[in-house]
C-alpha cells in the first residue's frame, strides 16, 4: 500500500456537490493499493499513520501524534499513487482492481477507527474533489514495501 499523509488544518472531499467527508485538524490520507497487498500491510500501515508523530509540542518540534491532538483523518482512495509513468500517457497496471483494493482500503479505515480516531472518507471509485488546508506543510510518503 502506499499512503501520502499531509498534515492538514483542515480537509474535505465532495462528491456531485455533496460533501461526503470532512475533518478539522489531522492527517489528509491519500492512500492507493497494490496489486500484491494484503491485511497485513493495511494493518502496519493503519498503525504507522495513526502513531505518526507529525505535530508540534510545547517547544515547537515535530513530537507529537494524532492522538496528543486529537486530530482526525480524511482518508481518499487514490489508484493513480501506483502509475507507472514510463511513458507519457501513465498506466495503472500495478493498482490493484476495485474487488481487492475496497476490503483493504476499508480494513485501513476500520483499524483507524479502532485506534479511537474519527475517520472520514470519500467514496471509492467516484470522482472526488478534494480540499486541503496544509499545515506547515508537512507531507510524508509511506509504502509498505519499503517498510
Do not use: W
Not at 480524511?74 to 501506483?82: A, G, I, N
Not at 500495478?94 to 472520514?120: D, H, W
Not at 467514496?123 to 474533489?129: L, Q
Amino acid at each position: 500500500m502506499r499512503a501520502v499523509v499531509t498534515r492538514v488544518a483542515n480537509a474535505r472531499v465532495t462528491v456531485d456537490g455533496e460533501i461526503r467527508g470532512a475533518i478539522g485538524r489531522g492527517f489528509l490520507v491519500l492512500l492507493g493499493v497494490h496489486v500484491t497487498d494484503t491485511p497485513a500491510e493495511a494493518e502496519k500501515l493503519a498503525d504507522k499513520v495513526c502513531g505518526l508523530r507529525v505535530f508540534e509540542d510545547e517547544n515547537g518540534k515535530m513530537n507529537l501524534n494524532l492522538a496528543a491532538v486529537e486530530g482526525e483523518i480524511l482518508v481518499v482512495s487514490q489508484f493513480t499513487l501506483y502509475a507507472d509513468t514510463k511513458s507519457r500517457r501513465p498506466g495503472f497496471t500495478q493498482a490493484a482492481k476495485p474487488e481487492t483494493a475496497v476490503p483493504l482500503y476499508e480494513l485501513f479505515i476500520n483499524k483507524c477507527k479502532e485506534r479511537g480516531f474519527n475517520v472520514s472518507e470519500g467514496v471509492f471509485g467516484a470522482y472526488m474533489e478534494v480540499e486541503s488546508v496544509n499545515d506547515g506543510p508537512v507531507t510524508i510518503v509511506f509504502d509498505t514495501g519499503d517498510m
